[in-house]
């Protein structure tokens, strides 16, 4: 009879940005109550039918990671037994991305374990942005849109950063070389490189700049800054080098523990995030931080997905 | 007992060194925490390659992260080659959400009921209408104009799934609170019970207990409470809630109690608030001593205050979840070992012996 419609419930990883994707779209927010139960277990309770509808869950891996994925999986399945025609989980940071591979004996390969609940639970496509790992997509028997902050980290570049024509692209460790790489092509930059150099076991590793960046406007890039030791060093190296500025770009801003000391005591100039990860309190107490606004290609990859247009035009465009 | 490796959660590590303890294995070394960012690290130290690996996790304290643990558990030893994975869960988490009942949690329900009352006393409702529709479209609720009701996520058989799917291969769990959970998995499931602990309290630890009458708080344990009662040769009686209308005449009891000591038997008591309110019905009836025993001591909320404020003489309950700290609260509490029980199952699952022996010795009366 009618077609299917979006509908988008938020768990309660990141329910600023849940609003700024369903304003987008033109739609409110699904009615849903998640909570606890008094001995902690988390109850969920969907207060709308969402029979043969197009559902959107959408939940961030952050914060009390656990308790968000355990929210996450509770609503796909109630969705599922709801007779949802699809479920979509979308996830702006995958929980648990960077445990990926065996790196030591008996160890969990957690981001298999996360992909093999998220398929038991019931989604049927799995929308992240960034991901640690492009290899994580091939976990999924199910289809994964891979999503790139990088159109909206050009634009960024491009309009807040003074002489950026004069800026140089680097990398804070050999594995985010690729990354780097691409940014400084698209803006016909030169590049640079910090290789972590390790005497001994246990000792501060000595950091080496590959790269030349005197006078220049350094922008360090990156997918995630957790406790932002790495940032902090980064920072110090390039300027000793004699560059004029450092600003640091990354698209995950976990920024645990430490973190908002040790970019306030550091000499970079500028942090920015994207909102993938909730930061509105932690901007308070660091007013170095700056986010780029990613909702806006989340919104899109949803409208796209559902309309059953190519998503693939937001891997080289910012939406407006 | 070679080729065998015990691995303990952080739900309840005292359980795990108790039952360590009685098989004469020791707890293999597991470093368990969580990185900056709160995702959870889990780190085996020794080798399980080849070896039959028993998981210890209760479903208590933050649930969530302890689940999450569990499961990251099995995924390791999993990778680490282990030939099997058996996972022992004391009190098995999200147990009460394998069905319908849930909608008696919700409060909507009760309050229902009692503006359907008050309309009916004030404005005397036109009785072509059907109660129920009158009261929705009254309070105009998250229920709609459409009628549709509320759906309560029932998560029972999700984890279910989930265990499986991380790579479980066997699960020894107490006294599920449902037992046809059994049928929710495709692996198979031990399910092991308390009551042979339960007993032997009883004979020890309540002086008069060949005159005591053993209660149950619902309708629902009747089956539990009637099976302790016919191995102890003990009278019965229940308690029976009427749902609508809370007036307290229709908390009933069936069976007497009048100067009797009384045994209260439930599976878990978790807010308090069933066995608070059971031992005031048996104290207006009568009743001389009220214990109250429950195999999951869960506690959450005001439940021992609930606790220490009711009429009840003492509480047992077993240790599927840590109790030191509810004992130090509440003195009328008092814990039932269950770790040498948990340690046979294990003992003879190891060595493929029966496990059904354990439930038919006690025939002394």
């Known amino acids: 009879m009618s077609s299917n419609s979006i509908r988008i419930l938020a768990g309660n990883s990141h329910p600023a940005l849940a609003k700024l994707i369903a304003k987008r779209l033109g739609t409110d927010l699904a009615n849903v109550t998640v909570s606890k139960y008094s001995n902690q277990e988390t109850a969920v309770t969907i207060g709308e039918s969402v029979r043969d509808e197009d559902v959107f869950i959408i939940q961030s891996g952050c914060g009390e990671i656990n308790d968000h994925l355990m929210e996450l999986l509770i609503m796909i399945n109630a969705c599922k037994t709801a007779s949802a025609r699809r479920i979509t989980a979308v996830l702006p940071c995958f929980p648990y991305a960077r445990q990926d591979k065996k790196d030591k004996s008996r160890a969990p390969i957690s981001a298999k374990l996360v992909a093999n609940m998220l398929t038991v639970a019931g989604a049927d496509h799995v929308i992240t942005m960034d991901l640690h790992a492009s290899q994580i997509q091939g976990f999924f028997d199910r289809p994964v849109d891979n999503l790139y902050g990088e159109p909206s980290v050009l634009r960024y570049i491009r309009e807040n950063i003074p002489d950026w024509k004069n800026a140089i692209i680097v990398s804070p460790d050999a594995g985010g070389a690729k990354r780097a790489t691409s940014i400084a092509d698209y803006l016909d930059l030169d590049f640079a490189l910090i290789h972590k150099e390790r005497k001994k076991a246990n000792e501060v590793s000595r950091m080496v700049l590959v790269g030349d960046v005197k006078d220049k406007v350094a922008i360090l890039v990156d997918d995630m800054a957790d406790t932002c030791g790495t940032l902090g060093l980064a920072a110090k190296t390039l300027m000793e080098n004699g560059a004029s500025a450092v600003y640091a770009i990354v698209i995950h801003g976990v920024l645990s523990g430490k973190a908002l000391d040790v970019i306030n005591n550091s000499l970079l100039t500028r942090v920015v995030v994207t909102n993938t990860i909730p930061h509105a309190e932690k901007k308070k107490l660091c007013p170095k931080l700056d986010t780029i606004d990613v909702s806006a290609v989340l919104a899109e990859a949803i409208r796209r997905t559902h309309n059953g247009e190519s998503v693939s035009y937001l891997f080289g465009h910012a939406t407006i | 007992m070679k080729n065998i490796v015990l691995l303990n959660g952080s739900s309840h590590p005292q359980l795990a060194k108790k039952i360590s303890e009685c098989l004469g294995v020791e707890l293999s070394s597991c470093t368990l925490g969580k990185f900056s960012n709160q995702e959870t690290n889990v780190e085996i130290k020794s080798s399980v390659r080849e070896k039959h690996v028993y998981i210890i996790q209760s479903g208590c304290g933050r649930v969530n992260d302890n689940v999450i643990e569990l499961f990251i558990l099995i995924q390791a030893c999993r990778m680490g080659s282990a030939k099997r994975i058996t996972v022992v869960t004391p009190l098995f988490p999200y147990s009460r959400q394998s069905e319908k009942s849930q909608r008696k949690r919700l409060p909507q329900h009760q309050i229902g009921s009692e503006i359907m009352n008050s309309l009916t006393q004030h404005s005397g409702s036109s009785p072509s209408l059907p109660q129920g529709s009158f009261a929705q479209s009254f309070m105009g609720m998250s229920m709609g104009e459409s009628g549709y009701r509320q759906w309560c996520a029932r998560a029972g058989t999700l984890v279910a799934n989930l265990l499986q799917a991380a790579g479980a291969d066997h699960l020894i769990a107490m006294d599920l609170h449902d037992p046809q959970y059994q049928g929710f998995f495709q692996i198979p499931v031990d399910l092991i019970y308390a009551e042979p602990c339960i007993i032997q309290w009883i004979r020890s630890e309540i002086p008069n207990w060949r005159q005591a009458v053993v209660v149950s708080p619902d309708a629902g344990g009747a089956k539990r409470a009637t099976s302790i009662c016919n191995k102890l040769n003990l009278d019965f009686a229940l308690i029976h809630k009427e749902d609508l209308a809370n007036t307290k005449e229709s908390m009933g009891l069936v069976g007497e109690v009048q100067g009797r000591p009384t045994i209260i038997l439930d599976d878990m008591i978790d807010s308090g608030s069933t066995i608070g309110l059971a031992s005031e019905i048996l104290k207006r009836h009568g009743a001389t001593e009220i ?75």
Request: aromatic share 8%; net charge negative.
């Open chain 2, 291 to 365: 214990y109250a025993i429950a195999v999951h001591g869960v506690f959450s909320g005001p439940a021992l205050e609930i606790i220490n404020r009711s009429p009840v003489t003492a509480v047992a309950c077993t240790n599927t979840v840590p109790q030191e700290e509810f004992r130090n609260k509440c003195p009328k509490l008092k814990t039932i070992d269950i770790a040498p029980m948990l340690g046979e199952i294990i003992r003879r699952t190891f060595y493929g012996e029966s496990v059904s022996q354990l439930f038919v010795h006690d025939e002394q009366a």
